[in-house]
């Protein structure tokens, strides 16, 4: 898992020697590179969302202390939840959706090596053309004015004045599907693992197909499921480009990041946008704390 | 020294050299001198210190203190490109991106030396396999990679070989046959040899000499029967082959022998033979040298009578049969038998005496009754302990 | 591609495969078909990029027009879309040269060294995964505008090398982890010095790593869009080309471009797979 990779330690054993000048050199220049660039603009988010406005100046802050920027959480908790819910609902479905297929490819497919590598090939795929565009392919399929929507309206599988674009439905589908690989690889890799003779020793000990799934292969996969809820549910409760209007969503379902954007690139109103993205990070930040918890992996970081 | 090919082995002399990593000492206080030319191995179980101190010798780790001498150069301070030394890896380390060939010539092309790729050629005949010169490292066996291995040493011609259990990764069979090449190749090319082994046969049929090392330092040294006949610690009489030992105080004294006393049965060993002469001595027989009587034998001063015992196990092998058997007073006694006959000389639960020539035995420089061949298992609150202590000394060091 | 995909594929790259067997047994026939169907579902947006680029679309290209190879000739011929690929193309390829040489040695001081504060630099490896794009583009934008830095191609650089060191510190640590340090003990052994140690047998073995480092990089710099468009000022890259065109209508000539990125990519992988497996082949065979 890459999650998991700065943990683990596979392969050979190394000895590391007392890194005098030379591991210094190594390191400092990329660690100086991120904390320049990665910790300083997190501190700089802090600052600027305590910011108050200077002068008539429209778009312009000065330094303060003005802890009431953070009432913008109060003023868009209904996009705040509105993304965790959407997160949660296409973290859930990617799972569903991803299981079958990671465990087809990585346990069903092992005798066909080549069958497999070609499988994999196919769920990076989308990963090879722009997100942006991807979605817009999705955007112009389940318009109004297209066949496929057209069609379920003529067999009345849909009312004639419904929408499938802008609706909560059109933004949690388009999360789903642009972060479902990131839900199969993880779970591919563990299952990819999964020593099948466990599941023969499930079968030999008396368990039914389903409770040898149940309590041997879902457990031994565990690691690729928590991998692969974390890296679906972080972009996804960030992602902003799903729910804008442009694209798939609507009036009724701009998410936390749309509220940033137009914050800070629109109404220049960087103190909010500052204070929304720190809470969206704190949140987040809770959140795999209490799931890491529960789900019991603790060498995750 | 690095620039140009030793014509023959050189001395390797070590000089009180101590190795302490974080929290445990390899190496205590080790001086050793090998003879040019020699074929030198180092023996003990995993852990003994026999690998590091191969490393120090080849400079790729640093000695905490003493000094290393090849060919009376001290060497000690010098990186391990700049010493006239080359080593076989345990996994012989060939470099995977690279031809055979060129793994060979790796070495003479470093030093600049003219013709690297015909001599590595040559290096690749004499280990034949020169027509696989072509082919990458994964494409060989491991017996193939371990020849090349040996190659890509031996064509620097060091002043000094290194080899790290470079047999260990073969099979019985092939490491039969690998044995004997390698030493008919140290013939050949009259190199010193440093070998390092678990494999007390691999070291007996191989060296010159031998050097048995347990917890750091070198417990006896010298020609492999010698260490067989005369094993002068217990450590040895049972890392070496086995050994039926014996303890008890000095009982009675002539001019060229000694008799110890072993919960009343008089076990005589000669003078030269035994390491010490008063106190409480251990001394021991190797089973094979033992001879089962099933009615009691007449009583004989020039050997050795233990018995009745029962025999308690007969475990057949092939060439040999072993018996275990309980004697009252000298505990369990091991009796190989070669298998000349048919079926076993005597039957599990028999009634048994054993006798072997007074000439055959050995005593032991141990003053404590010998400890058993491995350390009972520390409990793991000991190592719990031990491991934090070893990381508290790493962190004041950091 | 996204950060979070880089995530995913840097495991995909560094997870060596088990050959272990499978049960082969009675399979039912519900799982293939399930996964011929996922698979299908996958690739229906690519499939619909890729047709849509042959549309003779006049200015937004939603609705089927005909077939012409017009906007693959004339890929330049939509107003700003090449300069904002070749934008694209520039920006990923200082990003990954730069994050490719800062993430390696990262990576080599992490396996090889021992030092203090590890766990603290672990984590601030980590975290730039972990952290919402949203965030990063926003955090990196607030300090450009606080410390007056305009926003343009050198702030887009910046914030891509940041966010790709920790996918290129992941790809290769698990090489340099997988080398055997006796190779290098022998380098050194059979007389080589430090620096020639490094050069012919230390980055000859790490290269498989580095250059999937490289690669990973470079693709998720080229798709990156939230970060950049908090940072790019009136440059434009390609996603942020559209994302702007959204609004009004994407050329045709877009689809040309990431149809074409996407052969390409797609070529790569195919071929790394085939050279794989073909040397797989070759060892089996003398072995």
């Known amino acids: 898992m890459a999650f998991a990779a700065f943990a683990t330690e596979t392969a050979k054993e190394q000895t590391p020697r007392r890194g005098g000048k030379i591991a210094l050199l190594l390191l400092v220049p990329g660690l100086l590179y991120l904390g320049l660039f990665f910790l300083v603009p997190l501190f700089s988010l802090v600052f600027t969302s305590l910011q108050a406005p200077s002068g008539v100046n429209f778009g312009q802050f000065e330094a303060a202390f003005k802890i009431e920027n953070y009432a913008v959480f109060g003023q868009y908790s209904e996009q705040i939840l509105r993304s965790f819910l959407y997160a949660v609902l296409a973290t859930v479905f990617a799972l569903l959706f991803s299981y079958p297929l990671a465990y087809f490819i990585g346990v069903k497919a092992r005798p066909w090596p080549l069958l497999q590598n070609l499988m994999l090939v196919l769920v990076i795929a989308p990963f090879f053309i722009s997100f942006l565009l991807r979605t817009i392919a999705w955007k112009s399929m389940l318009s109004d004015e297209s066949p496929f929507v057209t069609g379920l309206k003529a067999i009345s599988l849909l009312a004639p004045d419904a929408h499938i674009t802008g609706t909560p439905f059109a933004v949690v589908f388009g999360l789903t599907y642009n972060f479902i690989p990131f839900m199969t690889l993880p779970l591919y890799a563990s299952l990819e693992r999964l020593d099948t003779r466990y599941l023969e020793a499930g079968s030999d000990l008396y368990a039914k197909p389903f409770t040898t799934f149940r309590t041997v292969t879902i457990p031994l996969s565990m690691p690729g499921i928590v991998s692969g809820v974390l890296l679906t549910f972080i972009p996804a409760a960030g992602d902003y480009v799903n729910a804008s209007r442009e694209f798939l969503g609507g009036t009724g379902t701009a998410m936390i990041g749309n509220v940033i954007e137009s914050n800070f690139l629109l109404s220049n109103n960087y103190p909010a946008a500052a204070a929304l993205s720190i809470i969206l990070m704190l949140a987040i930040l809770v959140i795999v704390l209490v799931y890491v918890r529960v789900s019991g992996t603790k060498d995750l970081l | 020294m690095a620039g140009a090919f030793a014509e023959a082995g050189a001395d390797l002399e070590l000089v009180d050299l101590h190795k302490r990593f974080p929290g445990f000492t390899a190496i205590e206080e080790m001086n050793l001198v090998i003879p040019a030319g020699s074929f030198f191995a180092l023996l003990g179980p995993s852990g003994c210190g026999k690998t590091t101190t191969l490393r120090l010798v080849a400079g790729l780790e640093e000695a905490t203190s003493g000094r290393i001498l090849i060919g009376g150069k001290d060497v000690t301070e010098t990186k391990p490109y700049q010493r006239p030394v080359n080593t076989v890896f345990q996994s012989y380390a060939l470099f995977p991106h690279m031809s055979v060939i060129d793994n060979v010539a790796f070495g003479l092309r470093r030093r600049g030396i003219s013709d690297a790729k015909g001599k590595s050629h040559e290096a690749l005949a004499l280990v034949e396999l020169d027509h696989l010169s072509a082919r990458r490292p994964a494409q060989l066996s491991g017996g193939q990679q371990q020849r090349v291995a040996l190659a890509r040493a031996i064509v620097n011609r060091p002043a000094l070989l290194l080899l790290d259990e470079p047999l260990g990764a073969l099979d019985l069979k092939l490491r039969r046959q690998m044995q004997l090449e390698l030493k008919s190749i140290q ?212 | 591609m996204t950060l979070q995909e880089g995530a995913v594929l840097a495991d995909a790259v560094t997870a060596p495969k088990s050959r272990r067997r499978g049960r082969i047994g009675r399979t039912s026939w519900i799982l293939p078909s399930y996964t011929t169907l996922a698979l299908v579902f996958l690739l229906i947006p690519i499939v619909y990029t890729i047709v849509f680029s042959f549309n003779n679309s006049i200015k937004s290209n939603i609705s089927w027009r005909g077939f012409t190879l017009d906007k693959w000739l004339n890929v330049c011929s939509a107003q700003n879309v090449c300069q904002a690929f070749g934008n694209s193309l520039l920006i990923g390829g200082v990003a990954t040269v730069v994050a490719t040489t800062l993430g390696t040695m990262i990576a080599i001081a992490l396996v090889r060294y021992r030092f203090r504060f590890r766990a603290a630099i672990s984590l601030l490896l980590f975290l730039p995964m972990a952290t919402p794009e949203v965030v990063l583009g926003s955090g990196l934008a607030s300090e450009f505008l606080g410390a007056g830095v305009e926003p343009g191609l050198l702030t887009i650089m910046i914030a891509h090398i940041m966010f790709c060191i920790s996918f290129v510190v992941v790809t290769v640590k698990a090489r340099v982890s997988s080398l055997d340090p006796a190779l290098e003990e022998a380098g050194r052994d059979l007389y080589g010095s430090p620096g020639q140690v490094f050069l012919r047998i230390t980055f000859p073995l790490l290269l498989p790593g580095i250059i999937a480092a490289a690669l990973l990089s470079f693709a998720l710099s080229f798709d990156d869009f939230i970060i950049t468009y908090f940072n790019s000022g009136s440059v434009q890259t390609f996603p942020t080309f559209v994302y702007v065109s959204a609004a009004r209508g994407i050329p045709a000539e877009a689809n040309v471009i990431a149809s074409a990125v996407f052969f390409i990519a797609i070529v790569i992988v195919i071929t790394q797979q085939l050279a794989a497996a073909v040397r797989r082949r070759r060892l089996a065979r003398t072995a």
Do not use: C
Request: glycine share 8%; proline share 6%.
């Open chain 2, 187 to 398: 013939d050949e090319v009259g190199l010193t040899f440093l070998h390092v082994t678990h494999d007390q046969e691999e070291a007996m049929t191989m060296a010159d000499t031998v050097a048995v090392m347990n917890k750091g330092r070198i417990e006896q040294l010298g020609a492999p029967e010698m260490l067989y006949e005369l094993p002068r610690t217990a450590f040895v009489a049972n890392f070496l082959g086995q050994s039926n030992l014996f303890t008890g105080p000095v009982s009675g004294t002539t001019a060229t022998s000694i008799a110890v006393d072993v919960e009343g049965t008089r076990i005589v060993v000669p003078k030269a033979r035994a390491e010490r002469h008063t106190g409480t001595v251990t001394v021991g027989v190797r089973p094979e040298k033992l001879t089962l009587h099933t009615e009691a034998p007449e009583v004989d001063s020039s050997r050795n009578l233990l018995g009745p015992g029962r025999v308690i196990d007969v475990s057949f092998s092939g060439v040999s049969t072993q018996y275990i058997l309980a004697v009252p007073g000298a505990g369990t006694v091991t009796v190989f038998a070669q298998n000349m006959g048919v079926g076993p000389l005597v039957a599990d639960g028999a009634e048994v005496w054993v006798s072997w020539s007074v000439d055959h035995g050995f005593g032991l420089e141990d003053e404590a009754p010998p400890a058993p061949r491995f350390d009972a298992d520390t409990d793991t609150a000991t190592i719990a302990v031990q491991k934090k202590r070893a990381l508290m000394s790493e962190l004041e060091e950091a």
